[in-house]
C-alpha cells in the first residue's frame, strides 16, 4: 500500500530552527509537496521536489532522497505565525496525491 | 479575487438528507479536486475531475457523487447523508492532473446528526 509518515507533533522556540521530517512508500513518485495549513483554513503551497537535493526559498528549504524514500522541510527563524500544520504529499505514477496526516508545529515564545 | 469558492461554509445536516456542496473556480484551471479531511488523517480524494466532462473516483467515493458540466464548477452530492460524513470538505483545483501544485477554497464543515 501507499504511505506517507511524518511525525503528529513537533515543538520549537521562536528564532529557532526546525526540521520537519517525512518518509513515503508510493507507486511511483512524480513529485514531494510540502503545504501549510493554518488552523480551520485551507492548506497553501509551500514547495515542490523531484529531483534529489535541497530548494530553498526564504526561511523554508525543502530536501528530497528519492532513494532513501525521504524528505523534510526546514524552517528557519521561526516566527510566531508559522505555528500549523505541515503536510507533505507525494505525487504518485497516476498523478495522484497521497497525504501525510500532518504534523502540528507549534512555535513558543 | 481570483481563486476558488465553497459553500456553504459550514452546514448541520439530518441524516438521510441530500446535500450538494458548492465549488467554483476562475482561474481556468483544467482539474478540480474535492477531499474530505478528518482529525489524525490525512487528506481524502473523494472524486477528481481531470478536465471538464469527466469524473473520476479517489480513494472515498461511496455515498458521493459529482459532476463537471464546465469548467468553473465542480459540485459534490451526499444523496442520503449518513454521520461518518461528518467533516470538513476542501475543494481544490490544479492548471492540470500532473501539476502537484492544488489551490484550495475554504472548507466546508458539515455536521450529520
Known amino acids: 500500500g501507499q504511505n506517507i509518515d511524518q511525525p503528529t507533533e513537533m515543538t520549537a522556540t521562536e528564532g529557532a530552527i526546525v526540521q520537519i521530517n517525512c518518509t513515503y512508500q508510493?507507486?511511483?513518485?512524480?513529485?514531494l509537496f510540502w503545504y501549510q495549513q493554518h488552523a480551520g483554513e485551507a492548506p497553501t503551497f509551500l514547495s515542490y521536489n523531484v529531483l534529489d537535493g535541497l530548494e530553498e526559498k526564504g526561511r523554508f528549504s525543502s530536501f528530497l532522497s528519492r532513494s532513501k524514500g525521504y524528505s523534510y522541510l526546514l524552517l528557519k527563524e521561526l516566527q510566531m505565525k508559522d505555528s500549523a500544520s505541515y503536510l507533505c504529499?507525494?505525487?504518485?505514477?497516476?498523478?495522484?496525491?497521497?497525504w501525510g496526516a500532518g504534523t502540528k508545529l507549534i512555535i513558543k515564545p | 479575487i481570483a481563486g476558488i469558492t465553497q459553500a456553504p461554509t459550514s452546514q448541520i445536516l439530518a441524516a438521510g438528507r441530500r446535500m450538494t456542496l458548492r465549488c467554483t473556480q476562475d482561474m481556468r484551471h483544467n482539474a478540480m479536486y474535492w477531499y474530505r479531511q478528518d482529525l489524525g488523517l490525512g487528506l481524502r480524494l473523494i472524486h477528481y475531475s481531470n478536465t471538464a466532462g469527466t469524473t473520476g473516483k479517489g480513494e472515498v467515493p461511496d455515498g458521493y457523487s459529482v459532476s463537471r458540466a464546465n469548467t468553473d464548477d465542480f459540485p459534490l452530492t451526499l444523496a442520503s447523508a449518513v454521520p461518518s460524513q461528518t467533516s470538513v470538505y476542501f475543494c481544490?483545483?490544479?492548471?492540470?492532473?500532473?501539476?502537484?501544485?492544488?489551490?484550495f477554497g475554504e472548507g466546508s464543515r458539515l455536521t450529520v446528526l
Open positions: 481544490a483545483s490544479s492548471d492540470s492532473k500532473e501539476a502537484g501544485e492544488l489551490f
Open positions: 508510493t507507486s511511483g513518485f512524480n513529485g
Open positions: 504529499a507525494v505525487m504518485d505514477s497516476n498523478y495522484q496525491l497521497i
